[in-house]
């Protein structure tokens, strides 16, 4: 079950543009539009590392006391939330009762709003 060649339209539309073919077949879409989809995405999930490295750079003067018990795992940046997986139980309960004061410190060092919530995960026991 191939693309029969005869409805593939190769011709360039307009000012060069490409149309793709959907899985349908019936409905076409601008390869520049996919294209700038595919590059958003990708300046999204950059923008996520990014911010990312600054934390674990700076993982020492964000968590203080609690850096060599925890560390920063992911960062989901459509809930703007923090991930941080700690050693212990314990250790989660530490961190969670100073998170407010770790968010103060993560917005001065990669932005306001950034990140607004931290996530502690503790190992299973």
Known sequence: MGIDAAK????????????????????AIRLGDVLGKVAE?????????????????????????????????????????????????RHASVIRWDSIAMLHRISERVGEGIVTSIRVIAPLQ
Do not use: Y
């Open 41 to 89: 995405n990708f300046d999204k999930q950059q923008s996520s590392l990014g911010t990312l490295l600054a934390i674990v750079q700076e993982w020492d003067a964000i968590a203080g006391q609690n850096a060599a018990h925890a560390r920063p795992g992911k960062l989901d940046q459509e809930a703007k939330c923090l991930h941080v997986l700690a050693q212990s139980t």
């Open 8 to 27: 593939i339209n190769t011709e360039k539309i307009g000012a060069g543009a490409m149309w793709v073919l959907t899985p349908k077949q019936s409905e």
